[in-house]
């Protein structure tokens, strides 16, 4: 039995590219970043979802709910597909932060770092890896819509690679770019990495 999980980072906001949002709760869509989930939404038109799960995060809730729509499924939050708790880092600018020496650690040495009062990207990685084998149990052979956060996604990528978590920087998760993870008893493959799907 194999489940396939769309692993989808939430479309664009305006605070995208220039602050580091975290777990702000007030973060919504742009026009754009709403086009971007309309359109993903025809992306999954006619395809057998059997359950579409968001981040607590408003920014992916609004990009998964169009999603839900198109396959008549409810969005089922789950914090373990949060965004990573980046602690005293939550709302600065990445001007600001990158005169901080913890932020330079943080990004050069990932699989060992953590951010100041918050996780570490090795118990993002389990929370996510934890959560996958969970919703693998409960539908198997299932294909499953996940919205969630560039690096809670690069974190499921690179442990089903068996890659260090150094090497985030190594793939690239763009705002509604859709990864698709086959997962079953055999073990895992990653059959396509931040598709993006045309106007």
Request: charged share 20%; net charge negative.
């Amino acid at each position: 039995m194999t489940t396939t999980f769309f692993l989808i980072r939430h479309a664009s906001h305006g605070l995208l590219g220039r602050v580091l949002t975290g777990r702000s709760l007030d973060v919504s869509l742009t026009p754009h970043g709403r086009d971007q989930a309309q359109r993903l939404a025809r992306r999954f038109s006619g395809e057998p979802v059997s359950a579409v799960q968001s981040s607590p995060q408003a920014r992916c809730h609004e990009t998964a709910a169009p999603i839900a729509e198109t396959v008549c499924r409810p969005v089922e939050l789950a914090d373990a597909v949060d965004e990573v708790d980046v602690g005293e880092w939550t709302g600065r600018d990445f001007e600001t932060l990158a005169a901080d020496p913890r932020w330079k650690s943080w990004n050069e040495a990932r699989a060992t770092s953590r951010a100041p009062g918050g996780e570490s990207m090795a118990e993002v990685q389990d929370r996510v890896v934890m959560h996958l084998d969970r919703v693998r149990a409960s539908h198997p052979d299932g294909q499953v819509v996940i919205v969630s956060h560039a690096d809670v996604i690069r974190a499921a990528v690179l442990y089903y690679l068996g890659v260090s978590l150094d090497a985030f920087h190594r793939i690239e998760i763009s705002p509604a770019g859709v990864s698709t993870l086959l997962v079953g008893n055999w073990g895992a493959k990653i059959f396509s990495l931040n598709e993006t799907v045309p106007a």
